[in-house]
């Protein structure tokens, strides 16, 4: 869910380094208003390739759904939010992350499971259920946090965008996409599960939370 970064690059002068020449993406990091930051461009750049795959995959009958060049790409988008989230974490966090890598993982995985489900490879009640718990719990953030209250996912709720995210790409890997067709599926409805548990734990935590600060 997607904070930038810092490296030195400096070069000698006379055989000496002076601080002076100490570039300043490596001497410090990000402080937490900083919009463009390594991290927070990587996760645009999740977000702006997320519609190529979607076309990709559109394009597509059902029964050549499956192609290695949609899978890599598909791995290679979804690798990244491991490495903007390093990113992150290494050169500072900043709110505008925040906001941005849980949307880049939405845009992704809901976006791949409903382009599955128009060229009928998964059923519509799976996109169904895990888009209307992003609704609710992406609303009660919204309202949650107008009222002064942050609201941390737990760690089910990245467990099921890491399940959900593995179930659309088994259905692109072509060894592992019809035959047998189960491990997609059983990742799809694994990553449901998990969806409406976080989903339930939000609520929770933010009924809470609410209580708490009313008493």
């Not at 880049?104 to 809901?110: E, G, Q, S, W």
């Amino acid at each position: 869910m997607s904070d930038g970064g810092n490296l030195d690059d400096a070069e000698a002068v006379g055989g000496e380094m002076p601080a002076a020449a100490t570039s300043p993406l490596r001497s410090s990091t990000f402080g937490p208003s900083a919009l463009w930051t390594p991290a927070n461009a990587l996760t645009v750049a999740r977000i702006a390739l997320s519609p190529v795959v979607f076309w990709m995959i559109l394009r597509s009958d059902l029964d050549d759904l499956a192609d290695w060049w949609v899978a890599a790409l598909a791995f290679v988008i979804g690798i990244t939010d491991g490495v903007d989230g390093w990113l992150a974490r290494k050169y500072g966090t900043t709110r505008s992350g925040a906001f941005l890598d849980p949307l880049a993982d939405k845009v992704l995985v809901l976006g791949s499971m409903i382009c599955l489900a128009s060229v009928g490879r998964f059923t519509w009640v799976p996109v169904i259920l895990v888009g209307t718990r992003e609704v609710v719990v992406s609303a009660l953030r919204s309202w949650w946090g107008r009222r002064g209250l942050a609201i941390q996912a737990s760690p089910l709720a990245k467990a099921k965008t890491v399940v959900l995210s593995f179930g659309c790409l088994f259905t692109l890997v072509p060894p592992l996409a019809d035959d047998p067709a189960w491990p997609a599926d059983g990742l799809l409805w694994i990553g449901v599960a998990l969806a409406l548990v976080s989903g339930a734990q939000y609520v929770q935590a933010g009924s809470r939370a609410t209580s708490t600060m009313s008493r």
